[in-house]
């Protein structure tokens, strides 16, 4: 079945690096994508959102780039410090599907390393 | 603190037992969503409610799961008979629009 699923199940950056967490997705249907950031015994955190018709959203620190043509998504940290590791997931949605319910990727763990 | 909370936090049953959750959602979310989450893997989609009414299950919710949300606002889940497959996080989440919110979920041990 359709799935979104990401590239990298672990990355290591040195504190202060730029991180860069790539996610594919493979429902040419979704329209609406969200970063979580899930930290250890906690609920998912929103990061940033980007919809269908947009390619690049920036918000503090974190920027989205969705590539429709490869069906690509990614998460770019600036400065990575030590409290931005966690597990991030990658969700879409599919506005067509009525319930508006999202569809989740395994995650990708980012350690900082200080 | 996303506004959603759910109780208990952590539940420890013996295999056969019923359990019961609750999430209060953010008083204006019309929508709610149930996901359940395993070791390793991101949340997925069990139930969702518009208000009072469910208007979506997940295969994945077998007979023994029911979701209630008798007012529209908070919920409660119930699994019956619970299994050792049962063990898992249960997440809540709650939207008006486009973002969902999560609670911090229940962390459901099956022993």
């Known amino acids: 079945g359709e799935s979104v699923g990401l590239h990298l199940p672990t990355l290591s950056v040195q504190e202060g690096d730029n991180s860069i967490i790539n996610c594919a997705y493979s429902?040419?249907?979704?329209?609406?994508f969200i970063w979580y950031k899930q930290e250890s015994g906690k609920g998912p955190q929103f990061i940033i959102d980007?919809?269908?018709?947009?390619d690049k959203r920036q918000g503090q620190r974190v920027t989205v780039l969705l590539n429709k043509t490869v069906k690509h998504l990614s998460l770019q940290i600036a400065a990575t410090q030590p409290g931005d590791s966690a597990v991030y997931f990658c969700?879409?949605?599919?506005?067509?599907?009525?319930?508006?319910?999202?569809?989740f990727g395994k995650g990708t763990k980012l350690s900082v390393i200080p | 603190d996303t506004g959603v909370s759910q109780d208990p936090r952590h539940k420890i049953t013996k295999r056969g037992q019923n359990v019961t959750f609750r999430c209060d959602p953010i008083?204006?979310?019309?929508?709610l969503y149930w996901y359940r989450q395993t070791l390793g893997q991101g949340p997925e989609f069990l139930t969702y409610?518009?208000?009072?009414?469910?208007?979506?299950k997940s295969r994945l919710l077998s007979d023994r799961f029911s979701a209630e949300r008798p007012k529209g606002s908070f919920s409660t889940l119930e699994i019956q008979r619970t299994e050792q497959g049962d063990s898992a996080m249960y997440l809540c989440?709650?939207?008006?629009?486009?973002?969902?919110?999560f609670g911090p979920g229940t962390r459901l041990t099956v022993t």
């Open positions: 989440a709650s939207t008006q629009g486009y973002e969902q919110y």
């Open positions: 429902n040419s249907a979704s329209d609406y």
């Open positions: 980007i919809r269908s018709n947009m």
């Open positions: 969700a879409e949605r599919d506005s067509g599907a009525g319930s508006y319910q999202l569809t």
């Open positions: 008083s204006e979310h019309n929508r």
């Open positions: 409610f518009q208000n009072e009414a469910q208007l979506e």
